[in-house]
Structures are given as structure tokens and as C-alpha cells.
């Protein structure tokens, strides 16, 4: 009996593993197909696009998503909460995504910040949360003496 449940328990921790990496996959293409939709000359924020897409991610976890964006997604127009890029150190030149920005009509001041209240975009049509995952063990139906 005791190998039949350690079978079955090396089964369910396989099956965990499968849907963990297909609903962060999910995650990262909901996240590149939010960004392909902001204007040109407009901006989201990391934290509004982890709050948009909720499912309990940060504004760091988009971070990471946007460092494997493809080239279909315009990644330059997501932008720190203080309207700042935060690409310092990690792409070359250092200033790329603001002179990106800044060709696309987005004003930055002297410290490298854009105004959000101008350049903030809000997506009029909110992105669908995707529909939870059945579960590995389906509820069975009450019967009418469990309804009463």
C-alpha cells in the first residue's frame, strides 16, 4: 500500500510541475499581448500591468516577463512607477528605451521621468483573467439528502 501511495504522490507532484510551467507560459503571453496593445507615445507602468493581470504577480515578475519580450512587443513603453525607465544596466546604450519613448512623441524632464498623468495608458477594454484550472479530483454532485 505504501508504494502504491508514493506512486501516486510522485504522479501529483509531476502533474503540479506541468501546470505551474503552462500557467506561467500563460502568464508571460498574457502580459506580451497586454503591452502590444499600448499606443504609440503612451506608457503602462510594471505594477499596473501585475494589477491589471492579477493572479497574485508582482511588478517585478512583468519585469522578468518583459526581459524575454520578443521583438513584436514594443517593451520600451513599459516604464517604472516614479515614470522613469529602469533599463539602466541592462541594455545598450543605457538610454535606448527613453530615446525610444522619446521618438514616439513621451517628454521626459531632467531626472529622466515622464509624466504619468499625460503619457499613462488605460486599457478601456480590461484584459480577461483566464479561467481556472479544473481540479485533478472533480467534486461529485450532491445528492437531494446531502442538499437538505
Given at each position: 500500500?505504501?508504494?502504491?501511495?508514493?506512486?501516486?504522490?510522485?504522479?501529483?507532484?509531476?502533474?503540479?510541475?506541468?501546470?505551474?510551467?503552462?500557467?506561467?507560459?500563460d502568464y508571460r503571453q498574457r502580459v506580451?499581448?497586454?503591452?502590444?496593445?499600448?499606443?504609440?507615445?503612451r506608457v503602462m507602468t510594471y505594477g499596473q500591468i501585475a494589477e491589471l493581470l492579477g493572479d497574485g504577480y508582482t511588478a517585478r515578475t512583468v519585469g522578468f516577463v518583459m526581459h524575454g519580450a520578443d521583438d513584436k512587443t514594443p517593451w520600451h513603453r513599459v516604464i517604472n512607477a516614479k515614470g522613469a525607465c529602469s533599463t539602466l544596466g541592462i541594455v545598450l546604450p543605457h538610454d535606448k528605451q527613453q530615446r525610444m519613448l522619446e521618438a514616439e512623441g513621451v517628454k521626459f524632464n531632467k531626472q529622466g521621468r515622464c509624466e504619468l498623468q499625460s503619457y499613462l495608458w488605460i486599457p478601456k477594454q480590461q484584459p480577461q483573467a483566464p479561467q481556472l484550472k479544473t481540479s485533478l479530483f472533480k467534486q461529485r454532485p450532491k445528492t437531494q439528502k446531502e442538499k437538505r
Open positions: 500500500m505504501a508504494h502504491l501511495r508514493a506512486l501516486f504522490c510522485a504522479w501529483l507532484r509531476k502533474i503540479d510541475r506541468t501546470n505551474k510551467v503552462d500557467q506561467r507560459t506580451y499581448r497586454l503591452v502590444r496593445r499600448i499606443p504609440k507615445g
